[in-house]
């Protein structure tokens, strides 16, 4: 390994992970705008080595960080400065691999280029929703590539979007403390929540950004510089308080748990009660980027990543199975 290389790996970050519809492959996203594929499949064996750990292919997806990876069927979506790419998951591995398409978002002005923080797939209409430093979520509609709605309302950066597909409803958190809630049908805004204006989540030495979120049906966990809070969302108000001090910068629901990691070397596990159940141990001191791997019961596995090039792999969610290394 030449010494540029293991200066990069020294600096790197990895921001975004994403499985492939077969569930075997994983790849992951970092701050040099680089692409990196693992084969699970190699790595979860029994006769693994270190080498079944390590990137079957690793190709310069973007010229800045990548902020976040998504998919469909057939393709790998990534995007971190103002351009979306799609990848052929077949070609991934392929040596000279290249975009299957590329489309850029709109911006305000020609003078800037605001990065995508987050991409969500909406399966009902066939349509990608992308928000970022527009300070808009722009809805693009896969088939054609066409951007075919923006929804406007937020006054600073958009860093992470949901979905509730029953209610064909997008919820949005941004830096200027709000929660959105957005009708996809008509592209009207539904709620507003100011989360850092209740006093039981406020931490105004930290700020008011809201950096994660996650929905359930009726129910949404958000956190970041207020306190992590779980909030029932026809009534509007914050139901539990989570007793975590760190800003939180990844959360999901899973199965009767609330999973959530961020500015410290563990991954929570909350009841939606407020009860820390578990602090598991990672590698990375910072964590931006939790995914499980649903789609395959064989490789089922829960990966974190953050500061630092290794992901670390969990086969049972209570602890660390193995790292993979981003080389």
Avoid at 41 to 61: M, R, T, Y
Avoid at 205 to 223: P, R
Avoid at 295 to 312: F, H, P, R, Y
Wanted: net charge negative; proline share 4%.
């Amino acid at each position: 390994m030449d010494f540029g290389r293991s200066l990069e790996l020294l600096h790197m970050t990895v921001f975004s992970q994403c499985f492939s519809p077969c569930g075997k492959y994983l790849a992951v996203g970092n701050n040099l705008g680089q692409i990196g594929v693992f084969s699970l499949s190699s790595a979860l064996s029994s006769e693994a080595k270190e080498q079944n750990k390590e990137p079957a292919a690793v190709f310069q997806a973007h010229a800045g960080p990548i902020y976040c990876l998504s998919s469909t069927e057939r393709h790998l979506i990534s995007a971190g400065d103002n351009e979306v790419k799609g990848w052929l998951w077949t070609d991934l591995c392929k040596k000279g691999c290249v975009a299957s398409w590329s489309r850029v978002a709109p911006s305000r002005n020609n003078l800037e280029t605001p990065e995508i923080n987050s991409l969500v797939l909406n399966p009902m209409d066939n349509s990608l929703l992308l928000g970022g430093g527009s300070c808009h979520i722009h809805v693009m509609d896969l088939e054609t590539g066409a951007f075919t709605m923006a929804l406007q309302g937020h006054e600073d950066y958009i860093h992470c979007l949901a979905l509730r597909q029953q209610q064909r409803e997008c919820v949005s958190g941004s830096e200027d403390g709000s929660v959105r809630l957005w009708d996809l049908r008509n592209g009207s805004q539904t709620h507003k929540i100011e989360v850092y204006k209740y006093e039981e989540c406020a931490r105004p030495q930290y700020g008011k950004w809201i950096s994660c979120l996650a929905t359930d049906s009726d129910w949404m966990v958000c956190g970041g510089g207020p306190m992590l809070s779980l909030w029932h969302l026809r009534s509007v108000t914050p139901t539990t308080i989570f007793p975590i001090q760190d800003s939180q910068q990844q959360v999901m629901f899973y199965q009767d748990l609330i999973l959530c990691a961020g500015q410290a070397p563990h991954i929570n596990h909350c009841q939606i009660n407020g009860e820390i159940r578990a602090q598991i141990p990672c590698t990375p001191c910072s964590i931006y980027s939790l995914c499980i791997n649903e789609t395959s019961q064989e490789n089922k596995v829960l990966t974190a990543a953050g500061s630092g090039s290794k992901i670390d792999v969990f086969t049972n969610f209570r602890y660390r199975a193995f790292s993979l290394t981003f080389t």
